[in-house]
């Protein structure tokens, strides 16, 4: 079975440059999620999504990020404008929908950010 | 507000000996605990996944154990070896919206 795909592996901007990174999950799974991951810490949720809804953004920082999942697959995040604060890793996630919520997520192997 | 804590955040032992890491939770409404490894520079690789009716998982020389009553699971490593050295994740899910919520990590090294 195929992984969680992302692309790109890495990426070097200059702040206010505009930036967008790709996913596409397992197939078949219904839920999405991007998260950030800032050096020497845990990931942070940015946005999950059910299909092609958003179940959860509220830390996502809405005045420069954007994340959209047409037709319910594959998954685009955007920053406009970068800061130098936003360099991390970009990992995606998915997972099956299963009755009661036991399900296992699966990671990409995530996008290096670097804004210089 | 769920909030995940992993201690120690640094661990560095030799190699051969057994070893514990702790990720504690602050509640209980959880579907699972998975636990992740996560290499230098690349993405997360699920270890083990414990349900919240489950006690323990095993695989090969990892065990995890799950005590949801007091929000503590920990990850026990039986005869370290090198290759066993990354950081080490715990993320919880949470009932209702089932999203992942992670620890900071345990960085593991295992000295030869």
């Known amino acids: 079975e195929a992984g969680v795909a992302q692309s790109p592996r890495y990426k070097i901007i200059e702040k206010r440059q505009s930036v967008a990174f790709w996913c596409n999950p397992i197939s078949g799974h219904a839920t999405l999620y991007w998260y950030q991951q800032i050096l020497g810490q845990g990931p942070k949720l940015l946005i999950q999504?059910?299909?092609?809804?958003?179940?959860?953004d509220s830390q996502l920082p809405k005045d420069r990020f954007s994340a959209e999942r047409l037709k319910g697959v594959d998954s685009t995040l955007k920053i406009q404008p970068a800061k130098l604060e936003d360099s991390a890793v970009y990992l995606c996630?998915?997972?099956?929908?299963?009755?009661?919520?036991?399900?296992?997520?699966?990671f990409g192997q995530g996008t290096r950010l670097t804004v210089v | 507000k769920q909030e995940v804590t992993q201690i120690p955040a640094a661990l560095s032992v030799p190699e051969g000996e057994n070893l514990v890491l702790n990720c504690s939770f602050t509640?209980?409404?959880?579907?699972?605990l998975q636990w992740f490894r996560q290499d230098p520079g690349k993405g997360l690789t699920s270890l083990l996944l414990i349900q919240s009716s489950q006690r323990e998982q095993t695989s090969g020389r990892l065990n995890a154990s799950l005590d949801k009553s007091s929000g503590r699971s920990t990850l026990y490593i039986a005869a370290s070896q090198p290759g066993d050295s990354a950081t080490y994740l715990c993320a919880v899910r949470i009932q209702g919206a089932q999203k992942l919520v992670f620890g900071q990590g345990t960085r593991l090294t295992i000295n030869p």
């Open positions: 996630a998915s997972s099956l929908v299963a009755p009661g919520g036991n399900t296992e997520a699966f």
């Open positions: 509640d209980s409404a959880i579907y699972n």
């Open positions: 999504f059910q299909n092609n809804g958003v179940v959860d």
